[in-house]
DNA sequence: CTGAAAGCGCTAACAC
DNA sequence: GTGTTAGCGCTTTCAG
């Protein structure tokens, strides 16, 4: 592969002024600009970012480190992420961590090494991991959609999980419900923490015992949304809502649900947190409190990529909280069951 | 940031035995290596994979190029990508190009210049426009879902489009439809073409006139399934079934068909190419054929990375056709529309 | 088993 | 406007 002097050479100029040629700075002499670009041509010169990320210690890339690609929010969050970087000459490294902390640290090891100049952390490490700061030294981070303590004060941008899962509970519980059933996530991720928080809040401001029984914390997928489901339908006492943490706990929900013989709503409630948007063009089914995860990502992106170029200025933690929106459908029961579809 | 020669320095040694031990060459003796260890410990150190690629000429990095994250057959194969690659320690940089070739090239310049060890791309260029070879010029490539023509013999992983077509085809015709509308996406893209292959063979083979009015090129976007299915609702002589080529398609049809205040299948029968995971778990409505997705993701990365570390040995070009499977459910009307959820 | 020297491709800082 | 020098952090020879 030619090199820049391979350029210099075939052009009779030095390797510098071809560097200024590639990175458009304007005291080069039109007609050896000419030359340059020729010579750039004829050999199919290709600058290799990788020597000038090396001298310039900075790499233009940024790393994602999200659960789960395939969760719809994260999909959406992501492509924000993406579009902004891209935007502003950004690459990103996407990393999945399945929720396992293990994992996490892995990426951010392997993001460390890389040298990336920010990253974007969605953590699943909780509240109560702090994540190794040695990872991350100097390179700034953003979080996105949880908190993570005992990282110093990093930039986050979230939803109000307090207040959409507050607005959820509300809606079952005007429409009659008093006992709701809840699974959330691990107990330390702050979404998960957070949802049973608002939810708690709606129960306690209506007056309904809080019943401890109810509220489940397991892991934000299909499979625990499921398993959970069952057995608080198992319950000597079920309850006559369920609460689904993020949308693949609700599908999981639905699945369970529907596998011991049930209907939704007409047997059980059920409502999720996460919209899913390619399910509800379809089938506007599911009543929902949902995030602009597009935004969130795109802000988390500008945030970070305004604390790479620069480093000196802004000081403070920026914090930015979106709000949820709640979208009454059908999964709740307050309208009657009609053909939705078809 | 410490560097490999501060390591040394802490642990009175030379910078060649630090990079032996990181390395986990054997050479070293036991004692030397827990001093270095040690150091690195105390520094906080972390090594430059920049630098390392530089000299090494690899980057242990490749680049996802796909059309939308967005879409959930891209997300699920993305997911088997990174997975791949995550397992044999290579990150991946995701590019979405929205189906615009311009992009593409922009992206593929991006690749080149970061000397990423190989490409998986699923091309939004089309079988007519070869790519830049000058952007691939050494570095392997896989092509993914999409053939492209004039690009040398280039790896493929992909769905049998044209099997898939036939079989959502001849099902709609063995529930008794003959004006059979289907969109699909531009018109050189191989799945495209592929795809109304299928279609034209199945009708064929049955006796039924090709209708060239009901056969119409587009995007492969939520919005051209609408305003397409649209245009085929308007036709004086309208199709009774509809073929979405893609997911989205189909889910931009469904709601054009909902919007003209039609019902499927009563009204009109729809299938679609690609199933929607989060979409037929809640709510099996969809006829569809579908692609091991994620499978292809691991394929095609698997077939990249043998391919950049052996570079010597296999010249012959792969080609992995996956099968499709039809999966038969209500869209088409092939049994009585009946609750299927709650 | 360990070290010294050279170089990967590029750019910043200075000369001219 | 353009060229020279030096060095980014690492690894590959090749010595010892």
């Known amino acids: ?17 071809v560097s200024r040629v590639i990175n458009g700075k304007k005291d080069v002499k039109p007609e050896t600009r000419e030359k340059v670009l020729k010579a750039i041509e004829e050999l199919g010169y290709v600058p290799n970012s990788l020597a000038r990320s090396f001298v310039l210690q900075k790499t233009k890339t940024i790393g994602l480190v999200i659960t789960d690609i395939t969760n719809p929010f994260f999909t959406t ?3 924000g992420v993406e579009d902004t970087a ?36 969605a953590s699943a490490s909780g509240k109560r991991t702090p994540l190794k700061s040695i990872l991350l030294r100097n390179i700034p ?5 949880r908190e993570v303590d005992g990282l110093g004060d990093l930039d986050i941008v979230k939803g109000d999980s307090i207040y959409g899962a507050y607005l959820l509970t509300k809606h079952l519980i005007d429409l009659g419900h008093k006992r709701i059933g809840i699974i959330v996530g691990s107990k330390n991720i ?48 079920p309850p006559t809502a369920i609460f689904g943490g993020n949308n693949f706990i609700a599908v999981g929900a639905m699945m369970a649900i529907r596998d011991c013989g049930l209907r939704v709503p007409e047997d059980i409630a059920l409502v999720s947190f996460d919209d899913i948007e390619s399910l509800s063009q379809v089938y506007p089914f599911f009543t929902v409190v949902t995030q602009p995860a597009y935004s969130m ?13 620069d480093k000196d200025r802004v000081r403070e933690r920026r914090r930015v909280i ?21």
């Open 1 to 17: 592969m030619p090199t820049i002097y391979d350029v210099a050479k075939r052009a009779g100029v030095s390797a510098m002024t």
């Open 77 to 79: 969050l992501a492509r």
């Open 86 to 121: 891209m935007k502003n000459q950004f690459s990103v490294i996407f990393c999945n961590t399945d929720e396992d902390p293990e994992k996490e640290v892995l990426y951010l090891e392997l993001l460390a090494r890389k040298r990336v100049d920010g990253v974007i952390l």
């Open 141 to 145: 981070v953003v979080l996105i959609d």
């Open 190 to 237: 702050s979404t998960a923490e957070d949802r049973v928080e608002g939810y708690k809040k709606a129960l306690i401001e209506s007056g309904i015992t809080i019943d401890e029984e109810l509220i489940r914390f397991a892991k934000y997928s299909r499979e625990d949304g499921y398993r959970v489901t069952k057995e608080l339908l198992n319950l000597e006492n």
């Open 297 to 309: 990502g795109v802000i988390a992106a500008e945030l970070l990529i305004r604390r790479i170029e």
């Open 322 to 342: 979106l709000q949820p929106e709640l979208i009454i459908r059908e999964s709740a029961g307050e309208k009657l069951k009609e053909e939705v579809v078809g």
